[in-house]
């Protein structure tokens, strides 16, 4: 009888360790993936924003016959005016909306993101003008002459660019600079010359149209800062600067009596600062690492 006790006794506490046993083998928690976010893969959005372009340039005018001399009842004699009008002074240039796309490519490594990027945008930003004045003497009985010149620099119709980028994450921030080639379509620009009476030449404004549209290529560079405030979706600030170099065109400029009062070249240098809020839809979204 007490060997059959002990028998059973033996069992049931066999039997309650497996079962304890069983339940802690069941109560052991699995590994769960974890999302690690990434900026690599593709990336797709739009901008809007601000910029300006405080435009400088030049104008140089070949010999002129602004005056003429009378001496009655003798025949008028020109007086020639050497060229060299100088540098004009911008007027602090002009400002516009822009707005459009951008399509690009991130590769991150550890904290670094590497990546190339092109955008578009239209504008209705128009460049900056400039003035310079000159008042030409005459010899006896001859009255001066003061010319006034304006050259405006056309517009910008659209601006396109194609830039690589480089930055460092921050949690889910990343701060990049970047840079590379432009191109932009600028339209003609004009010259306008006002000048005082002479004795043969009356007063007057006269405009030249000094070309059509143009399309130039220049460099820009800028930075910004991206937030990637959903695993596909991010909001960035960016910041650039870009140049398209000088554009030189001869004018000229008739007199109001069939002949031409002036001929001259007008240099400008177009530069446009940037400002825009961008959104981007990334294709990928955060990658799922397996423990």
């Known amino acids: ?13 066999g039997v309650v360790a497996a079962n304890a046993a069983d339940i802690a083998v069941k109560a052991r928690p699995m590994p769960v993936a974890a999302q690690v976010f990434s900026w690599t893969g593709f990336y797709v959005g739009a901008n809007v924003g ?25 025949a008028a004699i020109p007086t020639l005016v050497p060229g060299g009008l100088g540098t004009l002074a911008g ?14 490519y991130n590769w991150q490594v550890n904290q670094f993101v590497l990546g190339v990027e092109a955008d578009a945008v239209g504008s209705g930003l128009k460049g900056g003008s400039a003035s310079a004045s000159r008042t030409s003497g ?14 405006d620099f056309g517009q910008i119709d659209w601006m396109a660019t194609f830039r690589g980028r480089a930055g ?13 080639a432009a191109v932009a379509e600028i339209g003609g620009s004009t010259t306008t010359v006002v000048h005082s009476p002479g004795i043969a030449v009356p007063a007057g404004t006269f405009t030249a149209t000094n070309g059509g549209s143009t399309t130039r290529w220049g460099w820009t560079v800028g930075g910004g800062i991206e937030w990637a405030f959903n695993p596909n979706w991010s909001l960035a600030g960016e910041y650039r600067y870009t140049d398209f170099g000088s554009r030189s ?14 001929t001259g070249t007008s240099s400008s240098h177009l530069t446009v600062q940037q400002a825009t809020v961008r959104v981007n839809y990334r294709f990928g979204g955060p990658v799922v690492a397996k423990y």
């Open 1 to 13: 009888m007490r060997i059959a006790a002990i028998a059973g006794s033996a069992l049931l506490f």
């Open 50 to 74: 601000g910029a300006w372009s405080p435009s400088s340039g030049s104008s140089d005018f070949g010999p002129v016959i602004p005056a003429f001399l009378v001496l009655p009842p003798v």
């Open 91 to 104: 007027d602090g240039g002009r400002s516009g909306v822009i707005g459009g796309g951008q399509i690009g």
């Open 138 to 151: 005459a010899p006896l009985f001859a009255p001066a002459v003061t010319q006034t010149v304006t050259v």
């Open 168 to 180: 460092v994450t921050v949690d889910r921030a990343l701060f990049y600079v970047t840079g590379g």
């Open 249 to 262: 065109v001869a004018f000229t400029i008739p007199d109001g009596l069939g002949g031409v009062f002036a």
